[in-house]
């Protein structure tokens, strides 16, 4: 799940509590009225003042949660089962002192239920259930009795007709619970992974059209970039003849000049490439050693430790995985140019790219929107070397995670499937 996906799942568990508050107060208010008309004006025997105690503590219990709704902390399903466990024991206390099972409002066990199945995983929901159901069972043999509710006495006929109809009201809550609890619980989870269906489509058409705009800019940029790279190179080649200029950086300069003009070729042939699906697979030590040596070539000034693994494994990689691993090993040199360390294994499922800098680390302000477009830690950054990174690798089966190392340095993780029909096709996703 992504970070905005775990935004509003918190963001879900405090509406929840909110309501749950808002029903918990609608609860005690009935209460509250129902203790005041049978002990003032229609006194049926109630114990007012346990019951009144019992009310008091369940309100301040009420507010207690509606101040934490509105708290940012983020609220965990295993605390808003504790609030429903909560409910549970404050309505047997209240079913206790007010008849037991022969109360009419014994009922309300359900709504707890329900909460739980609609807004819990199953596990919880379950425990919800067994525990109104055991609350509902001891109250049929321990409550303080009142007898205008209370089954009658007079014959015994009628009094076994109405201990027959308070278990049979307590087979029909259990039979209610147990459908609330199996078969709305699974309603719901199905209803909640569509959503977050929907939301994981919403956010991938987002983000293509985001790389669309971005693709459709670079190809407009990469074919203006041939002019003033072939005037460049030509005047390169003239400085070089005369010889007025120290031929170190004029070859370095010269260098960077081939290297631009072939990745603007490489640009060409990878969409001609993709369009016929010519993408061959290539051994995995080869691979990743090409690619290390080229962008080595790009940054001359980076000190790095490599390490690549030396098994026998092939597979084909689009292009653009190749620009996106080279945006974050650039990144990481950006960073730490001088003392960075790349790691390259693979098994036979997926590679595993581990690049560690001992730069300043990120700052834990925007480390939850890293990735996002436009959003960089960088003071002259423009927010898409990481975006585009995470976009590409993400649609052809990868990912990449960042994170500050104990030591202070930062760790970037990239996991790539050894799958030719992902990482060669854009049509994975």
């Not at 490439?273 to 690619?291: G, I, R």
């Not at 990239?414 to 029909?421: A, D, Q, R, S, Y």
Request: some cysteine; glycine content about 6%.
């Amino acid at each position: 799940m992504t970070e905005h996906g775990i935004y509003q799942t918190h963001l879900t568990a405090r509406q929840n509590l909110n309501r749950l508050s808002i029903i918990r107060g609608v609860a005690l208010l009935g209460q509250l009225l129902a203790l005041v008309f049978f002990t003032s004006i229609n006194p049926i025997g109630l114990p007012a003042e346990a019951i009144a105690l019992v009310l008091a503590i369940y309100a301040s219990v009420t507010l207690a949660g509606w101040l934490r709704s509105r708290q940012p902390i983020p609220i965990t399903q295993r605390e808003f089962f504790i609030h429903l466990l909560a409910d549970i024991f404050f309505f047997s206390m209240l079913m206790y002192f007010s008849g037991g099972a022969s109360n009419p409002f014994i009922s309300y066990y359900l709504i707890p239920i329900s909460i739980a199945a609609i807004t819990l995983p199953r596990h919880y929901s379950i425990l919800i259930g067994l525990a109104a159901l055991l609350s509902y069972s001891l109250l049929l043999n321990y409550f303080v009795a009142i007898a205008a509710i209370a089954p009658s006495d007079h014959g015994h006929h009628q009094a076994s007709s109405s201990n027959l109809h308070i278990l049979g009201m307590w087979a029909n809550f259990a039979i209610s619970a147990l459908i609330i609890t199996y078969f709305i619980s699974r309603m719901a989870n199905t209803l909640k992974m569509q959503q977050q269906q929907i939301a994981e489509q919403r956010e991938a058409q987002l983000r293509d059209e985001q790389l669309l705009a971005v693709g459709t800019l670079a190809a407009g940029t990469a074919h203006e970039l041939g002019t003033p790279l072939n005037t460049m190179k030509l005047l390169v080649d003239e400085m070089t003849a005369e010889a007025k200029h120290p031929q170190a950086d004029l070859q370095l300069l010269n260098q960077q000049l081939d290297l631009c003009k072939t990745t603007l070729k490489q640009l060409l042939m990878t969409a001609e490439q993709s369009q016929h699906h010519q993408l061959q697979p290539q051994l995995l030590h080869s691979y990743f050693s090409s690619l290390l040596q080229r962008w080595l070539l790009m940054r001359p000034n980076v000190q790095a430790n490599i390490t690549v693994a030396d098994r026998v494994q092939s597979a084909s990689f689009h292009p653009t995985v190749d620009q996106s691993i080279i945006n974050l090993l650039n990144n990481a040199a950006d960073a730490s140019p001088h003392n960075m360390d790349i790691n390259v294994d693979w098994d036979s499922r997926r590679a595993h790219i581990s690049i560690r800098d001992y730069g300043a680390g990120l700052d834990t302000d925007k480390i939850d929107n890293l990735g996002q477009a436009f959003v960089t830690d960088k003071a002259d950054g423009l927010g898409l070397g990481l975006f585009l990174s995470r976009a590409t690798l993400t649609r052809f089966g990868g990912t990449v995670s960042l994170k500050n190392a104990s030591d202070g340095s930062t760790v970037t993780e990239i996991i790539l499937p050894l799958n030719e029909t992902k990482l060669s096709s854009g049509s994975a996703q």
